[in-house]
């Protein structure tokens, strides 16, 4: 098992930034690919960014391209979400992912563990 705990979300104003953290223990040489997804009120869960064990390939959602940047330390167990520019249309819970197959999958179902969330509300 991995469990996964999330840290960095809360209040923004439109174009502010963000970085959340998601700290990973367990199994954690079980989680080959870490990913962020988020969920607004109403909506159904969203791919955000998704990267590869070694840091090396990342994966984009469109819109938050060249705003967004995902990354990870291995010697902490910790991936990150670094967010610019953010919008309030983003507001959302932003969850944490991992998955035990390698290939950076963009389906919430592809991923085998979660977090619990951290809320990031922007404000306009």
């Known amino acids: 098992q991995v469990q996964l705990v999330e840290s960095g979300g809360g209040l923004v104003q439109a174009g502010g930034s963000l970085r959340l953290s998601c700290v990973a223990s367990g199994r954690t040489f079980s989680a080959s690919v870490m990913g962020w997804f988020r969920q607004a009120p109403g909506k159904e869960r969203e791919f955000v960014a998704a990267?590869?064990?070694?840091?090396?390939?990342?994966s984009y959602q469109d819109s938050v391209k060249g705003r967004f940047t995902i990354s990870r330390d291995n010697a902490k167990n910790t991936v990150y979400l670094q967010m610019n520019s953010l919008k309030p249309e983003e507001t959302a819970v932003y969850s944490c992912?991992?998955?035990?197959?390698?290939?950076?999958?963009?389906?919430?179902?592809?991923?085998?563990?979660w977090g619990q969330g951290t809320q990031v509300t922007v404000s306009s």
């Open positions: 992912s991992a998955r035990r197959a390698s290939g950076l999958a963009t389906k919430f179902v592809e991923y085998d563990y």
């Open positions: 990267i590869n064990w070694s840091g090396g390939l990342t």
